[in-house]
């Protein structure tokens, strides 16, 4: 009965879009067979001019990704599972591909070595590093104008899977990985026809999950930045081929830089609130600087919706958590840590988060969700949110805002 309930508490807030296609990919899962790749001749490439680039993760066969290293001597085990699933994740975004120090052979062979072992890919046709690995290379392919009718082929047919798979189920920022995907692959096939689908996917989701505040509703800071970070990409992408850009996309960057500028702390950290971690996103600083080179000027925009407040002195900074949950329908990066704070003094940080360092199901994960692991009250050890599950929220408390002034803030 204790489950039970439990699972009330957690599919009562779905969407029926979510139930629907989670029935549906499942069905269909037991019929579906992968596409054969066609090749893809382009007269030309689009251009691409990189402003940020990625961590260095890949040298001379040796991958580091989550501070984990792992040498393929001879082949690379795609599917390499024995550190954890995000770790094989990292391994098939090849965000690697965009780092200063890939060399356009190296990273040519490590696609074209790829594209030999898709038929005995697992993890990595999974539409979310789908949508990671088609952007990384097509980022790739276009600033060392690689025109390769094969590979070209292969993202035509990802795009393919990825059209047919778009995580409806999920939805949130993996829906929203998937349409920056298939945006930049229609600019790179040429495609009108997906263009024009996926820039009002695009605006419907970010209509959908950017705040008034400019927060993104799954209120982590570090996914703000990778949601940022995309969308000025996308923009970045639109500017190097002329191709006029929708306001909508500016708006949102405009809102979003404002809600990022206002929540970091003054030495350019971010809060380590709900799933974040530090070396994973761009920073803030990175992110403001790429704005200003696209010649991008950010609101100022108060803290509102999201649920968070800062507040500045001359001695101290503190960020404080009093937000009920924006996205009900997917709090799967929500941590139980209602009424917590964060307090930096004089730059440096006093009272921290723990932050987060795994997506595993285990008691780690557990506790850094836990209300114990935060700068909050835990009445009789339970949590404010039944986090668990590894992604999962039960029966969550309802937080009520009684006072908000610049240096008062009750709840």
């Not at 996205?327 to 009272?351: T, V």
């Not at 835990?378 to 986090?387: F, H, I, Q």
């Amino acid at each position: 009965m204790k489950n039970a309930l439990r699972i009330y508490h957690t599919i009562k807030y779905l969407k029926w879009k979510q139930i629907k296609f989670q029935l549906l990919y499942r069905c269909k899962a037991l019929y579906y067979k992968v596409p054969n790749p066609v090749d893809v001749k382009l007269e030309k490439l689009p251009i691409w001019k990189p402003v940020l680039f990625n961590s260095k993760s890949y040298e001379n066969g040796t991958f580091c990704f989550l501070n984990v290293e792992q040498t393929f001597e001879n082949t690379i085990d795609w599917n390499f599972s024995d550190y954890g699933k995000l770790w094989t994740y990292n391994l098939n975004y090849f965000e690697f591909l965009n780092s200063k120090e890939c060399r356009s052979k190296d990273g040519y062979e490590l696609i074209k070595d790829y594209c030999l072992q898709r038929n005995k890919l697992i993890d990595g046709l999974e539409p979310y590093p789908v949508s990671l690995r088609i952007m990384n290379w097509v980022k790739f392919l276009t600033f060392h104008q690689i025109n390769d009718s094969y590979i070209n082929g292969i993202i035509a047919n990802d795009a393919k899977i990825l059209r047919e798979h778009l995580e409806f189920h999920i939805l949130a920022n993996h829906l929203l990985e998937n349409i920056f995907a298939l945006y930049m692959a229609s600019i790179f096939l040429d495609d009108k026809v997906l263009y024009t689908k996926s820039l009002k996917l695009l605006k419907d989701e970010l209509n959908e999950q950017i705040l008034k505040d400019g927060g993104h509703f799954e209120q982590s800071p570090m996914y703000h930045q990778i949601i940022l970070y995309r969308l000025l990409d996308v923009i970045n992408f639109n500017i190097c081929n002329k191709i006029d850009i929708d306001i909508l996309l500016i708006s949102k960057v405009k809102k979003m830089l404002s809600w990022l500028e206002k929540i970091s702390f003054s030495n350019g950290d971010i809060p380590y609130i709900n799933d974040a971690a530090p070396d994973i996103a761009p920073t803030t600083v990175e992110l403001l600087n790429y704005a200003k080179y696209l010649d991008i000027n950010y609101l100022q925009l108060p803290l509102s919706d999201s649920g968070y407040r800062k507040v500045n002195t001359s001695n101290y900074e503190v960020v404080v958590d009093v937000a009920n949950i924006a996205s009900n329908y997917q709090p799967g990066h929500l941590h139980s840590d209602s009424l917590q704070f964060i307090m930096y003094s004089k730059g440096r940080p006093l009272f921290v988060e723990t932050g987060t360092s795994t997506y595993e199901k285990n008691k780690l994960r557990n506790y850094q969700r836990s209300s114990a692991a935060h700068n909050t009250v835990a009445v009789g050890g339970r949590n404010s949110y039944d986090v668990w599950g590894g992604f999962r929220v039960g029966k969550r408390s309802e937080l009520k805002l009684l006072e908000d002034r610049d240096y008062k803030i009750k709840a």
